[in-house]
């Protein structure tokens, strides 16, 4: 009987595939894209004002919302610390990721990863609430900081209305730190793979010609790594554009996008304007993976 269900299926290698891709496929469909649409019919409905009730008929009035200047202001400001994230991210993770690649032997290239990685083992909200100790005003952070006679510094950098607050744990500077950390290791991982398949031919090549060491990061070892860090962009980027909670545990009274629409759709209960103030990300991210893929992004994952 075995046998026979095993030439049966040898047979029919078209049936095999097909029935080991229908349920990823069918989960595809409905569960991930699925949501989306259905993110994206909401937010053609309206909640009437006076009942609170959504009216489920077709109206362009909610999207429309989503361009006032209290909602553009709450995109724009998400999507300056996405990006100011993602270029620090960057900056961060380039020399120890090529650290990793080209100089550190076996064992010390494992443990450095291990390293690198050992934040992703514990709970993102776990790390979240540990940042907000640190920064708070009784936390070791401002500890080292009036050690140091600095409390006047901090205290003009927190004066700043766009990015400050009333400690480091209740502001855009302790948010971005706090960024900066959480998503550093999705920055690494791929420009450590992309500096991997840089030859090492070329950079021999490259110092015969008489290239300085910065003309060879230049011309050589930029142009091929930059790939990984356009993907390690799409994880920093996407991930603190969609965040809500570290906003939510460390931010004050200024919205991200996140915030907005858990506080449309919970506090507010305006489940349309959530939905359509949370197509403006996705929005974005479909731009900027399709920019990323034209900057060939999809082959250093």
């Known amino acids: 009987m075995l046998n026979r269900v095993s030439t049966y299926f040898y047979r029919r290698p078209r049936l095999v595939l097909a029935i080991f891709l229908t349920p990823p496929i069918l989960y595809m469909l409905v569960v991930y894209l699925g949501s989306l649409f259905s993110l994206l019919i909401n937010g053609f409905y309206s909640i009437d004002d006076f009942t609170g009730i959504i009216v489920r008929e077709f109206t362009l009035r909610t999207y429309a919302q989503t361009f006032n200047p209290a909602n553009r202001e709450i995109f724009l400001r998400t999507a300056s610390m996405a990006a100011i994230v993602t270029v620090v991210d960057a900056m961060l993770a380039f020399p120890l990721a090529y650290y990793i690649a080209k100089f550190a032997s076996r064992r010390l290239k494992t443990w ?21 100790l640190i920064l708070a005003k009784e936390g070791i952070l401002s500890w080292f900081i009036d050690l140091f006679h600095l409390t006047g510094v901090l205290d003009w950098l927190l004066s700043f209305p766009a990015i400050g607050g009333s400690s480091l744990s209740l502001s855009p500077i302790g948010m ?126």
């Open 112 to 132: 450095l990863l291990i390293g690198v990685t050992i934040p992703l083992w514990s709970s993102y909200l776990v790390r979240v609430y540990a940042w907000k």
């Open 176 to 301: 971005f730190i706090v960024f900066v950390y959480i998503w550093l290791p999705y920055m690494i991982i791929p420009i450590q793979t992309a500096l991997e398949r840089v030859p090492a031919s070329l950079l021999e090549a490259s110092s015969d010609l008489g290239a300085k060491p910065f003309q060879t990061f230049r011309n050589v070892i930029l142009p091929l790594a930059f790939p990984g860090v356009v993907a390690g962009s799409i994880f920093t980027f996407s991930l603190t554009l969609g965040d809500f909670i570290v906003p939510l545990t460390l931010g004050n009274s200024k919205f991200f996008v996140g915030q907005a629409v858990f506080s449309y759709q919970g506090t507010g209960g305006n489940i349309p304007l959530a939905a359509a103030m949370t197509m403006g990300p996705v929005l974005i991210m479909v731009v900027y993976l399709l920019i990323a893929r034209k900057l060939g992004a999809f082959d250093a994952l």
